[in-house]
């Protein structure tokens, strides 16, 4: 691991900072002689994944993850734990003659020859690093060496797997008895150890969601990761009403209802420091209580605009949207498609102190700063209906709609859109020209619908290609892309990629998403059509022969630049337009 080009030059020659920066976190390093990748950090120049995946780079190897590896018990036994606390290292991957470890110091000439001597392994020909960050390599010794006893001992008691066991129903509520609901507020309880072992668990992994569903005989702990949802080892069924009320109790809930669906919140403060908000529902079903965790972390999403995934000319028209005095934007989806981001991220553009932005969300997902935020509570009469009529008496310049769900919340937001202020808002639809007929359909009178609307935005997540993983497609499936709508003509001449799966990418092939957009200006031609009552399969003809790219249009474009794959295109996109209209219109 010899050093090439200095860590600064390459973040100098990549655009991660400037020369006034590197010169600032120069003159504080002849200061403090700390590493400049911890000035850099430390000064806010860069993020701890940015500096790690640059020393990487530096040194010639790959960055990984290591909060996200399931590593093998065998792989972890190679090393004891006073090695891997004296080198801070992590043994990742055991291959014929030699051992993979990932360490947060790739720069320290010492390591591998230190390393070897103290290993002794006759056996081992070669040792090889990858990067991690120092963080999450800390959890991740923490979880397999310095603080493993207390974790197994805790999942020994819970249980990692069920398997195929047969329990009867006597025994089970036996054992459920033999816990007991006292075991639920201990802090060193195995029930409050596990709650605070899988968030942190959830969280390490980028989980969105957590599932907890119970069974006749077993309980199935899943993951969403990359909006796929991934199973766990579980903990033993009769743990499963303590569990419940434990989480209930976590959220503020009543644990003595079980016949009614709950909901609940929780902030929830890691090992690390950091706080996460958990959204928590609660659902009766016939074999106990289904739980779904909604994990909110706020530093897990960039709220620039530049950095949602839009084209360069769509971006360029939600901007121009963004600079009217009043009118309305709205963000269009299903649930769990990144809108909630996309709307904070056009909010953050046009974020001004001399600007009196208010905001009524359900949750307030993202506190951001000189914006007034409320959370709507409909048990308290507080609804976004009510919260809009006292914002009109607030004097504002830019008001934030989390959602409209009903015809009252979008008459007032109209109306308030068509009376000098800047309306944002999300709404449930499946693309960008259907979001005018919905209002319509709400009872909205077209021609408020067509003089307020300045812009309308549909999206879907599709997951990225494992940057670790990612190789070249040989062949690209052309009958199933036809078969689905796609012209094979479209997709000739362009480089594919896919992931073959990969410990940084829980072997999966894809690492994080990206959303793909379909966007629509509201001009005089598509005004036209709403002042007319045309359908909405003429407001779409009309926008797409103005040029608009449609959400599928959109992905496989991402697709052509090696983003993500067919596969991903196909499972979040639907073709809705003639097949002929497809072509010439897609280029790199």
């Not at 075991?183 to 980028?206: L, M, Q, T």
């Not at 009217?324 to 299903?334: A, C, E, F, S």
């Not at 199933?480 to 410990?503: D, F, N, Q, T, V």
């Not at 697709?559 to 499972?571: H, Q």
Request: net charge negative.
């Amino acid at each position: 691991m010899n050093e090439q080009k200095k860590l600064g030059e390459i973040l100098l020659e990549e655009g991660m900072i400037t020369e006034e920066q590197l010169d600032k976190a120069i003159a504080e390093q002849e200061k403090t002689s700390e590493s400049l990748g911890s000035i850099l950090v430390k000064l806010g120049y860069i993020t701890e994944d940015v500096l790690y995946h640059f020393l990487a780079l530096q040194v010639g190897t790959k960055f990984v993850d290591v909060g996200i590896l399931h590593i093998e018990e065998e792989v972890i036994k190679l090393i004891s734990k006073d090695v891997a606390k004296k080198y801070k290292i992590l043994p990742i991957e055991q291959k014929p003659g030699k051992i993979i470890f990932a360490t947060s110091n790739p720069l320290d000439p010492s390591l591998q020859v230190n390393l070897k001597y103290d290993l002794n392994l006759s056996q081992v020909e070669e040792i090889s690093f990858v990067v991690t960050t120092e963080s999450a390599l800390n959890t991740a010794l923490e979880k397999y060496y310095l603080g493993s006893s207390t974790l197994d001992e805790t999942l020994k008691i819970m249980g990692e797997t069920v398997g195929d066991i047969e329990i009867l129903e006597d025994e089970i509520k036996a054992k459920e008895e033999e816990v007991g609901e006292e075991d639920i507020e201990g802090e060193h309880s195995p029930v409050v150890k596990y709650v605070n072992y899988i968030i942190e668990d959830a969280v390490r992994k980028r989980a969105s969601d957590i599932h907890i569903n119970p069974y006749e005989k077993k309980i199935v702990l899943r993951y969403r990761i990359d909006g796929a949802l991934v199973e766990m080892p579980p903990p033993k069924i009769q743990f499963k009403k303590t569990l419940a009320s434990r989480i209930k109790l976590l959220a503020g809930m009543n644990i003595i209802e079980k016949r009614l669906p709950q909901d609940g919140r929780v902030k929830f403060k890691l090992s690390n420091g950091k706080e996460v908000d958990l959204r928590v529902s609660v659902v009766p079903s016939i074999w106990g209580e289904n739980i779904v965790m909604r994990i909110i972390n706020q530093e897990a999403q960039s709220l620039d605009l530049k950095d949602l995934g839009l084209f360069e000319e769509q971006q360029r028209e939600l901007e121009k949207a963004l600079q009217n005095p009043y009118g309305m934007i709205l963000i269009t989806g299903p649930t769990a498609c990144g809108k909630t981001t996309s709307v904070y991220g056009a909010l953050t553009h046009i974020n001004d102190p001399h600007d009196n932005i208010m905001t009524v969300e359900d949750p307030v997902e993202y506190r951001l700063p000189h914006i007034i935020q409320i959370q709507v509570n409909p048990s308290a009469g507080l609804t976004f209906a009510n919260v809009l009529r006292s914002f009109l008496r607030q004097d504002p310049d830019v008001m934030l709609v989390g959602e409209i769900r009903d015809e009252e919340t979008a008459s007032i937001a109209i109306k308030a859109a068509l009376t000098g202020h800047l309306v944002l808002s999300t709404l449930h639809t499946n693309d960008a020209p259907t979001t005018i007929t919905r209002l319509v359909d709400m009872g909205i009178d077209p021609i408020y619908v067509g003089s307020s609307v300045l812009i309308s935005i549909s999206q879907r997540l599709v997951r990225r290609i494992c940057e670790n993983c990612k190789e070249k497609v040989k062949e690209i499936d052309f009958l199933k892309a036809k078969k689905w709508g796609i012209p094979p003509e479209l997709l000739e001449g362009s480089e594919y990629y896919e992931g073959r799966g990969c410990p940084n990418c829980n072997y999966t092939g894809y690492k994080g998403r990206i959303a793909v957009f379909e966007v629509l200006p509201i001009n005089m031609k598509i005004r036209d059509v709403i002042f007319k009552k045309g359908s909405l399969n003429e407001l779409k003809r009309v926008a797409w022969d103005m040029g608009m790219m449609t959400i599928r249009e959109s992905a496989i474009k991402i697709m052509k630049m090696g983003i993500t794959t067919l596969d991903e295109v196909l499972r979040e996109t639907l073709a809705d337009k003639p097949l002929h209209q497809y072509l010439d219109k897609i280029k790199i």
